[in-house]
């Protein structure tokens, strides 16, 4: 089941039915079921107590993604800073509700195996969103 909460800020304008449909298809494409997946989207502050709290970062992020996948099944809880989605789509000229998809997507594709931090990683992991707004 993949649920959607909000803490702080207003909840986005998602379609939550297809957008779940599009989540199922994007793993799919990765040979993965999707299980117990549960987005919280918040502000600023909120993101930053939870990087602080979890994982010892002391800076804004626009999405911490929680993984607690068994096998091909996808489980994990990804929160999502709803003023650093605006943030970004601003500062590279993107439109809102495409860079809100992107953030949404790339928490499913950390889950899928999909890295971004080592060399060359954060190139396949724009080509994998790409191609997975492309499903949308």
Request: charged residues 30%; negative net charge.
């Amino acid at each position: 089941m993949i649920t959607y909460q909000s803490e702080n800020i207003a909840f986005p304008k998602i379609r939550r039915r297809e957008t779940s449909a599009w989540i199922r298809r994007v793993a799919a494409t990765y040979n993965k079921k999707v299980g117990d997946v549960g987005y919280l989207f918040c502000n600023d502050e909120k993101i930053l107590e939870v990087n602080n709290e979890y994982l010892g970062h002391d800076y804004y992020t626009d999405i911490i993604t929680f993984d607690y996948c068994e096998g091909d099944t996808l489980n994990g809880d990804l929160v999502i800073s709803l003023d650093t989605v605006r943030s970004n789509a601003e500062l590279f000229h993107k439109d809102y509700d495409e860079e809100l998809h992107r953030v949404i997507i790339h928490g499913i594709l950390h889950l899928c195996g999909q890295n971004d931090k080592g060399p060359g990683e954060r190139e396949q992991m724009e080509a994998a969103e790409n191609r997975a707004l492309a499903l949308r």
